[in-house]
T-cell receptor, first 115, second 112 residues
Framework: KQEVTQIPAALSVPEGENLVLNCSFT??????LQWFRQDPGKGLTSLLL?????REQTSGRLNASLDKSSGRSTLYIAASQPGDSATYLC??????????????FGRGTQLTVWP | NAGVTQTPKFRVLKTGQSMTLLCAQD?????MYWYRQDPGMGLRLIHY???????AKGEVPDGYNVSRLKKQNFLLGLESAAPSQTSVYFC???????????FGPGTRLTVL
């Protein structure tokens, strides 16, 4: 069964810092990897999708990389802002022997950016 | 284009009561999923559907039933609610196994 781990569980940084969130998964037979943002009491907002054949994706101040063979992904946030405060979830789609494409989620990294 | 919508947004039930959560998507997606989110557990798959008229069990299906009579709708039913079903329920849809999944805003359910 696919297992997804996110480190750290919580992160508190001053505004302006560049930061890295880590995600690891146990089964490299994935279709894709998605990074989501979740604000308290809200739904999931998709930030970036990386297909299994890709190495990275960028959107604004966000950059996500994927190393499928080692089962790792990182989300890089440049010049962090208080508005970036949220929980960031990593999810992988797929595992060996499955064609469903269901998502396996990590437990998230709770990010606080203070002014 | 509303994306994925869920009704209701909040609900409080007493133990033993029943209810149905509705998920609707207007993106013509084949795949639809129901997840539940609990503190410290992450999101877990309850049931899923790979097309109209099809449903299957996910990771935590006990106590839930689903139906997909129309392609755009995926219903999650609780026949006899239990306190352990207190959770936030998210619906998601996707074109196929390879594409991005889109999530609804969630339903916060409390069972007393």
């Amino acid at each position: 069964k696919q297992e997804v781990t996110q480190i750290p569980a919580a992160l508190s940084v001053p505004e302006g810092e560049n930061l890295v969130l880590n995600c690891s998964f146990t089964d490299s037979a994935i279709y894709n990897l998605q990074w989501f943002r979740q604000d308290p009491g809200k739904g999931l907002t998709s930030l970036l999708l990386i297909q299994s054949s890709q190495r990275e994706q960028t959107s604004g101040r966000l950059n996500a990389s994927l190393d499928k063979s080692s089962g790792r992904s990182t989300l890089y946030i440049a010049a962090s802002q208080p508005g970036d405060s949220a929980t960031y979830l990593c999810a992988v789609s797929g595992d060996r022997g499955s064609t469903l494409g269901r998502l396996y989620f990590g437990r998230g990294t709770q990010l606080t950016v203070w002014p | 284009n509303a994306g994925v919508t869920q009704t209701p947004k909040f609900r409080v039930l007493k133990t033993g009561q029943s209810m149905t959560l509705l998920c609707a998507q207007d993106m013509n997606h084949e795949y639809m999923y129901w997840y539940r989110q609990d503190p410290g557990m992450g999101l877990r798959l309850i049931h899923y559907s790979v097309g109209e008229g099809t449903t299957a069990k996910g990771e935590v299906p006990d106590g839930y039933n689903v139906s997909r009579l129309k392609k755009q709708n995926f219903l999650l039913g609780l026949e006899s609610a239990a306190p352990s079903q207190t959770s936030v329920y998210f619906c998601a849809s996707g074109l196929n196994s390879y594409n991005e999944q889109f999530f609804g805003p969630g339903t916060r359910l409390t069972v007393l």
